[in-house]
């Protein structure tokens, strides 16, 4: 399979911190990416990476096959859009698409003229609601007819109808145009209905990366009464334990199936996966609350 | 044509909801052999889906030999799934319509007539086979 984007132990350092450290992944050709994780985690500093506005601190990572920094015209094949779609505000929206025709080496205005058949071109820029001014962002940068194309919080701001309405129309492109996507948002309700490729950076790290169907084939949940954990057949990793009086769950990464029938076994949906990813790991668990009858009563002062 | 829903709460694959739509809407005969289906585009477009996830679905279909994509002018039903009789379900349909309005009058709440119903078909069809 061909790749869009591969990186090898890519890090990135800011003075004192890293932004991004031995990052090793590949986003393979025609994926729809979520790249997610909280905030600061380095889901900016990697697309700012790939699109060569800023150089690796070490390792490397390559765009389309090219190095971004030293074969910029890689960049023509690459669309961008950075968080809250930058545009300029005193142009309208028929300026701001003439600007992006003259601008690109290759631009397809039938495609930006389908995308944005409600907007009146005589508008300003500065009066389009912020999801209006989303949907030019995108039909700008899918004129280019990107082979990649990489969004930044793209749902950032918008309500949650601008925020479906932002997703059809970037569905609608990508079947237009078979770009791959890289979507960073950590807003993972809004990336799981279209994402097929998952990248989770956490601290700056590559916490989980993989195609969304094999991540969730291969994790369960194991639900049964508490005790001593040691090795469970057909789990190669426990990820996430939970205790909750006497019963435990376990939301764990098989390599077989589990045969102890003492376990209720079950399927993990993408956003609980990931969740147990993000948290820190390994956490000691958790002491029990105290009784009620221990708390202070309330007091009323009057 | 065919409309797509999703229930993302159903934990079903998004692709394979799309099949069992498509092979609902083909038992019923909603659909019929030469009919299209929507594009992916239009899928997605409504949707909000990707369009890998649409052209999973519609390859399955044909790999069944349900669908036939034709090259640039969409994907159209090349077989059907419903049985003969249920093509022509308009007169055991008011039959039913008829049988309904006399559980209603019989003072039966919808509860009561699905269980009767579902009692009813689990005996009939042990005794065909026995």
């Not at chain 1, 994926?31 to 060569?52: D, E, H, M, R």
Request: overall charge negative.
């Amino acid at each position: 399979m061909t790749s869009s984007l591969d990186a090898w132990s890519l890090g990135k350092r800011f003075r004192r911190e890293w932004g991004l450290r031995d990052c090793t992944l590949t986003i393979p050709e025609g994926a729809i990416v979520g790249l997610t994780g909280p905030n600061a985690a380095g889901k900016s500093t990697l697309l700012a990476l790939a699109t060569g506005l800023l150089a690796p601190s070490e390792g490397s990572i390559s765009v389309l096959g090219c190095d971004p920094l030293r074969e910029p015209a890689v960049l023509a094949e690459v669309g961008f859009v950075a968080q809250n779609a930058p545009l300029y505000k005193s142009f309208t929206v028929g300026d701001t698409i003439e600007y992006a025709r003259r601008t690109n080496v290759r631009w397809d205005a039938e495609i930006v003229a389908d995308l944005l058949t409600r907007m009146d071109s005589q508008t300003k820029v500065g009066a389009l609601s912020a999801g209006e001014r989303a949907r030019l962002a995108l039909a700008l940068v899918l004129g280019k007819r990107p082979q990649l194309l990489l969004l930044d919080e793209p749902f950032a701001g918008l309500d949650p109808l601008a925020g479906r309405e932002f997703l059809q129309l970037l569905m609608d492109g990508v079947a237009e145009t078979a770009a791959t996507v890289v979507i960073a948002s950590h807003v993972i309700a809004h990336i799981e209905r279209v994402c097929d490729h998952i990248v989770l950076l956490t601290g700056g790290g590559v916490r989980l990366e993989g195609n969304v169907d094999e991540l969730l084939d291969s994790h369960r949940i194991l639900m049964g009464p508490r005790r001593p954990l040691g090795a469970i057949r057909g789990v190669r990793e426990i990820v996430r334990e939970r205790h909750s009086g006497r019963q435990l769950t376990l939301l764990v990464l098989a390599d077989g199936p589990i045969v102890d029938s003492s376990w209720t076994v079950d399927q993990v949906g993408l956003e609980e996966l990931l969740m147990a990813y993000m948290a820190p790991e390994r956490l000691p668990s958790p002491q029990p609350s105290p009784q009620p009858e221990e708390r202070l009563p309330l007091r009323w002062h009057g | 044509m065919i409309e797509f829903h999703l229930d993302p709460r159903s934990g079903v694959a998004t692709y394979l909801q799309i099949v069992q739509q498509v092979k609902d809407a083909l038992r019923l005969g909603t659909i019929d052999v030469g009919d299209q289906l929507p594009t992916v585009r239009e899928v997605v477009a409504d949707l909000a889906i990707n369009p890998n996830t649409v052209a999973k679905a519609y390859r399955d279909l044909e790999r069944e030999g349900l669908v036939l994509a034709r090259q640039g002018r969409g994907t159209f039903v090349a077989s059907t799934l419903a049985p003969a009789s249920l093509r022509h379900y308009d007169a055991l349909r008011i039959e039913l319509e008829h049988w309904l309005s006399a559980a209603d009058d019989a003072g039966l709440d919808e509860e009561s007539i699905r269980a009767l119903i579902s009692a009813t078909l689990r005996e009939t069809r042990a005794r065909r086979v026995a």
